[in-house]
Structure formats: structure tokens, C-alpha cells
């Protein structure tokens, strides 16, 4: 049974090798709360698995140890488990999904692990572990469903109660759920009147459907840009931590994750993953009740590819309505794309790329259709030039 003085012992075990955090106020990302960011993406390792792996590792019995670890991981916990091995002298071999982010797999290789590429994602990289330490002895460091392990996690929600006491709501990403079991174990356990809510993604939601159908389930396939929370169905511990400590569980979209990594990027100057975004963007899109209250948003991670950041920047834009694309039905004749251009500039826009398409398919003899990539201020702007070009009599098809 996890204690409250596990945790504590945690938080000293781990002094000198995880980072205090710092909890940063965010004021544009949600008017109407007081949201503020406890930045575990500038973690050590770049994410808050360092805690928990660290933990159980330097749990393990002699014997344990000089048997060499073994873990599986989208990626952040690999380089918890790696990094945590090397410190204690300790071999560990960490299967990875095969289409986990380049820079984890090069990272956890560079804290000194044996790296096995798995076809698939966590669940069968998970599979692949379990009989390679079945096989070869290794001790097995689980992500999430480990006592030791969700200790460690634990101690992110005693630094929040100790540096921000007047905090009343604490979002916090999940995938197979040991971040937000540790944190709102060690919360309820000290300040019952603080709600915990936990964040997953539209694309990957067991822990979020296991608690509607009061039982774990186990999906099919998960996709979704937070891969690190990318986990087809809840460890038993954490399901029955949650349930017992966890006052709400909701979704998000790929589009909400996307604006929420933007908005950090732009206003914050952070860099986020997928995964590490999903509480903020909770707190953006009022999935949970927070208005008016005082609430940290755990920022777990900040190990995105660059490739991949790029795309979810992109993302971001359309979805916060600075990126507009719009197609125009035209007659061909001289004068109508400067006719076209002239009223989006007059109205701020910032024309990117101009697409003009002769006799297709979907115009008539006489028509063209001319594709538009604009950059936008917002929504409200996107329906200003829109209704400006409708008023000069031109058809908008999309």
C-alpha cells in the first residue's frame, strides 16, 4: 500500500539528482483562472520520469541490481531508467516503440541504455520487455504501475503544496496514470480541498473510458501526437489510485493539444510535447472547472522531435485562427486574383501562397478556383476577410 512517507522519502532520495522544478504564472492561457505551469519539462532528462525511475532504482536489493534493469517506454521513462541505471552502476536494456520520437530513442541511448526497437506502440513494447526479463533475469522498473515508482511521481504534487499553498486545482496529463497517482495521493493526503484533474487525449482514452465503465478496458489502438501518453489501457494500481483520489478525468483534441503547445512556445517561451501539453490545454478550453481559482497545470514533458513540433506548431496556428485557408470560385478574366488579393490586404491579411487553378473539374468553362493560405490574427479576423470578400461578390467555396 503506498504511504505519504514514501513519498517523503522520495523527495530526499531524489535531492541532487531531479531538479526543483519552478511553477511559472501563465496569464494569457485562460483569463478567466489564475493558471500557472509547474515546468517539468526542464526536468532532467526533460521530463518528470526521471522521478519515479530513479526511485524504484535506487529501491532495487543488491541481487536486483547486479542483475541489470530492464523497462519499456514511448521514450521519457527510457531516459529516467537509463540515467538512473548509469548513476547507480546498473546495466539497462529499455524496448521502445519503433516509431517513437528519434530524439528519445538517441537520448536514451545517450544515458548509457541498450536500446530494442519494438514494432507497435507502449502495450507491445511492454510485451517485448516482460519476456526478455522472463528470459534473461533482468528486474523489471514498470512506467507506471509501481509503487515505487508512483512515490517518486509523488513528490511533484509536495512541491507544488509547498510552493504554491494557495493553489485550489491541479491539472496533470495521463497515460497509464502514475504522474497523476502519486500526485493526487500526496495532495488528498494533505490538503483533501485541492482537486486533482487528470487530462488524456481524444486518441488514447483507456483511463478516461475504464472510469465510465467502472472497469479497466483495453483499446484497440491508440493514435495521437501526445505519445507519451499513448497507453491502451491503465495499470490496476493506478486505476484504483485514481478512482479513489482523482476528481475528474477528461479528453482533449489534437487540435487542443496542438494550440496548447503554440500558445507555450509563444507566451512562455517552453517548449512542450504532446503529452506535456494536454493539462494545459484543459485549462485553455475550460474542460475542467476552474474558474477564478488558483491552478497549476503539470507541464510533464518537453521531449518532442523537431519534425514533430513543427507539425503540431502548424496545427496550432489553423486551430487558433492564425493560419487561414480558403478556396474561391473565380471567373477567368484579367483583374480577379488583384481584385481578391486587394480586399485581404486591405484587411490585414498576409497572403503566404497562391494557388490558381484553370478548368478543373469543379468550375464551369469560364472558371477558375483560386486556393489562398493567409495569416490571420484570430477567428474574429478570419470572419472579417471572409465577409469582405463575400461583400465584393466573391464565392467562397470553403
Known sequence: M?????IYNASRVLKGVARRTPIMFASRLNEEAKINLKCENLQNTGSFKLRGAYYKISQLTDDEKSRGVIA????NHAQGVALGASRNGIKSII??????PLSKVEATKGYGAEVCLVPGVYDDAYAKAIELRDEKGYTFVHPFDDEKVIAGQGTIGLEILEDMPEVE????????????????????QLRPDVKVYGVQSEGAPSMYQSLKEGKRIHLNSVKTIADGIAVKEPGPNTFELIKKYVDEVVTVSEDEIAAAILALMEQKKLVAEGAGAVAVAAAMFNKVPIKGKNVVC????????????????RRGLVKSGRDCSLIIDLQDKPGQLAGVLNVVSEHGGNV???VHERNTDNTDVNGCLLHLNIETRNHSHINEIKDALRSAGYVILK
Open 2 to 6: 503506498l504511504e505519504l512517507s514514501e
Open 72 to 75: 519499456c517506454s514511448a521514450g
Open 95 to 100: 524496448c521502445l516503440p519503433a516509431g517513437a
Open 169 to 188: 486545482a491541479i491539472i496533470v496529463p495521463i497515460g497509464g496514470g502514475g504522474l497523476i497517482s502519486g500526485v493526487a495521493f500526496a495532495v488528498k
Open 298 to 313: 503539470v507541464v510533464s514533458g518537453g521531449n518532442i522531435d523537431v519534425s514533430a513540433h513543427n507539425r503540431a506548431v
Open 352 to 354: 503566404m501562397s497562391v
